[in-house]
């Protein structure tokens, strides 16, 4: 009887530290062109191509300067290995990724899905 009410509050303590931190998910796989918003000054959005990065698998992705893994909680994106490993960005909406700065806010650099991209 201990054992089992033991056994349901961990179960219970464990779904609720899950449902908090977000349901873990994917984003659309392929490629995501990264870019800083523009103005009136600089006209439409400046491209940042070296922060572009494909979405390979459903946990994977490739950089310019190689590839590593990612991980989705609820509206989070946290590249949890590579080159961009630390790296966290919101989904604001599917295939629109913005980055997360240290104070866990949207910045400004956005990264929108542009498609699949076919196998070389």
Excluded: W
């Excluded at 464990?14 to 490629?31: E, N």
């Excluded at 918003?37 to 400046?46: E, K, L, M, S």
């Excluded at 590593?68 to 989070?76: F, I």
């Excluded at 866990?104 to 498609?115: E, M, N, S």
């Amino acid at each position: 009887m201990i054992r089992s009410l033991i056994a349901a509050a961990l179960l219970g303590a464990v779904a609720s530290l899950a449902s908090a931190q977000g349901q873990i998910d994917t984003v659309a796989r392929g490629a995501y062109a990264c870019e800083l918003p523009g103005d009136a000054d600089v006209g439409p959005g400046r491209p940042l191509v070296e922060r572009n990065f494909v979405v390979e698998t459903g946990s994977r992705y490739s950089t310019a300067h190689g590839g590593g893994a990612y991980l989705r909680r609820g509206d989070v994106v946290e590249m949890t290995s590579g080159p961009r490993k630390g790296e966290k960005y919101q989904v604001m909406r599917p295939g629109f990724l913005r980055l997360l700065g240290s104070d866990g806010r949207p910045g400004r650099l956005r990264c929108v899905h542009q498609g699949h991209v076919p196998n070389s």
